[in-house]
């Protein structure tokens, strides 16, 4: 139980933004929402978490939903090298959190 | 980011033999090393979680006596496969989690290891 929802797959042109959708309904109050992206044949990458408020960093930016049902991972300028599988994952705060994997969105950048 | 490298980076093998996966944090200290597989087309499946020293904690339906996790320093662990068959054929990738204190501690992921059992 991934326990996120995400579209199976999006597509976006190169050098537009793309905006992936997370829906997290039954996140707890202590749940930090994660965001990895896997290329193809290697490890998933760390992109970005946050608990309440919105995040930026050099690589994307998230939004979080005031009642934290949903998220939204904002590539500001998709590049041919942003194809991945990304994974929304929730994961109890702390030092002791477990990430569980769901199926992610393949996100399909054209040229 | 931090680096987490895994060797080999592909292996294939003899039915009936076993490997060893080697998971190294090259620039922090790992407390914790998560050790996953992922088959074809589907997503990332957590085996089994190890503190450094500690014996690991395997998820639900993991063989523990199949899939041997040693976690002897802060920044090596070893997933040994034994006595390895055709269905364990996979993508094994190695995770590394650095402690801060009680704040949320970063993750990192291997390279990943490709096996192959004939």
């Known amino acids: 139980d991934a326990k996120t929802t995400q579209p199976n797959s999006m597509e976006s042109n190169e050098e537009e933004p793309v905006h992936l959708p997370c829906n997290h309904s039954?996140?707890?109050?202590?749940?930090?929402i994660h965001w990895y992206r896997q290329l193809p044949s290697q490890g998933p990458e760390y992109v970005i978490h946050?608990?309440?408020s919105n995040v930026n960093n050099r690589m994307a930016s998230l939004a979080i939903a005031e009642d934290r049902k949903s998220s939204t991972l904002i590539l500001h300028r998709a590049t041919l090298r942003d194809a991945a599988v990304y994974y929304c994952?929730?994961?109890?705060?702390?030092?002791?959190?477990?990430?569980?994997f769901g199926k992610g969105t393949l996100l399909t950048v054209n040229p | 980011g931090a680096v987490v490298s895994q060797h080999p980076s592909w292996v294939i093998c003899k039915s009936g033999t076993s490997v060893k996966i080697e998971c190294r944090s090259l620039?922090?200290?790992?407390?914790?090393m998560f050790w996953y597989r992922q088959f074809p087309k589907q997503s990332l499946m957590l085996m089994a979680t190890?503190?450094?020293?500690?014996?690991?904690?395997?998820e639900q339906g993991v063989e523990k006596d199949k899939f041997l996790i040693n976690h002897a320093s802060l920044t090596l662990s070893t997933l040994t496969v034994t006595s390895a068959h055709p269905e364990d054929s996979s993508f094994y990738i190695c995770?590394?989690?650095?402690?801060?204190?009680?704040?949320?501690?970063?993750?990192?992921f291997g390279p990943g290891t490709r096996l192959t059992v004939l």
């Open positions: 995770s590394a989690r650095e402690r801060q204190g009680s704040a949320i501690g970063w993750q990192f």
């Open positions: 620039d922090f200290q790992a407390t914790t």
């Open positions: 039954t996140i707890s109050g202590t749940d930090y």
């Open positions: 190890s503190n450094e020293g500690s014996k690991a904690t395997y």
């Open positions: 994952i929730r994961a109890r705060g702390g030092s002791n959190y477990k990430l569980t």
């Open positions: 946050g608990l309440t």
